[in-house]
């Protein structure tokens, strides 16, 4: 029987959506036939995963502190296989700032962008970008932090907001259209899924509560722009060094040319997430998922040989 730890929780503004990930993988685990046991990412989980001694993590984090390198490095420290990407492809594509300049930089279609240092105290004037603008955390996931600006009022307040609780903030063009979210599992392209929100955009309460959202899956595009759309995820997931899985969001304009917006290196696994509904859509049921995901940590730390006695119990 593999000893799975599943990391969950930690300090950042997603902690209840990651505990919803994490339940779900554990059971999901269980009625595998896996020992699986729930780990909070706190100051005590080194300690803790040396006793337990698993032989794989599932990483169920979300946000600072799990998407973005830092658990990562410690587990890789502590010798121990791990799902999702590495340190690297975390540490780049948290950064929403990095993100788009490397998108730009490889010629892959992004909304205009500039980013803001809020720690000097001085708040920004209007960038040269036209109203309306979004304006978001560099470094935030599941829309924490979103605002959409449509008058002078509002850049101020939001500015003001921001500067309580962030350092550096991203504004972007705003354009008007559909939005699509697609997700890659190992070098797969999933299908296509399309979200109708009830909010006016993709918000936290959207993503996670009951009824804040719609999930179209595939979503009803012609074949041209499907494949459109999956290039481009691919394409992403490739270029961040990404590994096992990924989501990647996509505006589609009205005019029907679409923008990526960000990656997501650990996609929720929550009842009304995105990656299980487009797996579920091609047979992938979600116990299947998780136990795919675990296989292949398992064979990476094969690969890496056994985790050093450090990680192991006295």
Request: hydrophobic share 40%.
């Amino acid at each position: 029987m593999k000893r799975v730890a599943v990391l969950m929780g930690g300090p950042s503004s997603e902690r209840e959506v990651s505990i919803a990930t994490g339940t779900g993988v554990q059971q999901a685990l269980q009625s595998l036939g896996y020992h699986a046991e729930a780990f909070d990412f706190d100051r005590r989980v080194v300690e803790a995963l040396r006793a337990f001694a698993p032989d794989v993590v599932f990483n169920a984090l979300h946000g600072v502190g799990g998407e973005d390198g830092q658990a990562q490095a410690i587990l890789e420290w502590l010798g121990l296989p791990y799902t999702g990407s590495g340190i690297q492809g975390c540490a780049m594509s948290m950064d929403k700032h990095l993100t788009k300049k490397l998108l730009a930089a490889e010629g892959l279609p992004t909304p205009a962008w500039d980013v803001f240092d809020l720690s000097g105290g001085t708040l920004p004037l209007l960038p040269g970008l036209n109203l309306p603008l979004v304006v978001k955390p560099v470094d935030e996931g599941s829309s924490v932090g979103v605002m959409i600006v449509r008058t002078h009022d509002q850049w101020k307040e939001a500015m003001i907001a921001n500067s309580e609780r962030y350092r550096r903030v991203l504004v972007e063009e705003y354009i008007a259209g559909r939005e699509f979210s697609v997700p890659v599992l190992f070098d797969d392209v999933l299908p296509v899924v399309e979200i109708v929100a009830e909010d006016s955009f993709y918000t936290y309460d959207a993503k996670y509560k009951p009824g804040g959202s719609r999930h179209l899956v595939p979503a009803p595009l012609d074949g041209d722009l499907t494949a459109r759309l999956r290039m481009l995820a691919l394409s992403t997931h490739r270029l961040m060094n990404l590994r096992d899985y990924s989501r990647t969001d996509i505006l589609l304009s009205r005019e029907g040319r679409p923008y990526i917006l960000e990656v997501n290196t650990l996609p929720g696994l929550t009842p009304t997430s995105i990656l299980p509904d487009a797996a579920r859509s091609v047979g992938i049921a979600y116990e299947t998922l998780v136990d795919r995901l675990v296989r292949a940590a398992l064979d990476r730390g094969r690969e890496c040989g056994a985790a050093p006695s450090s990680a192991r119990p006295t």
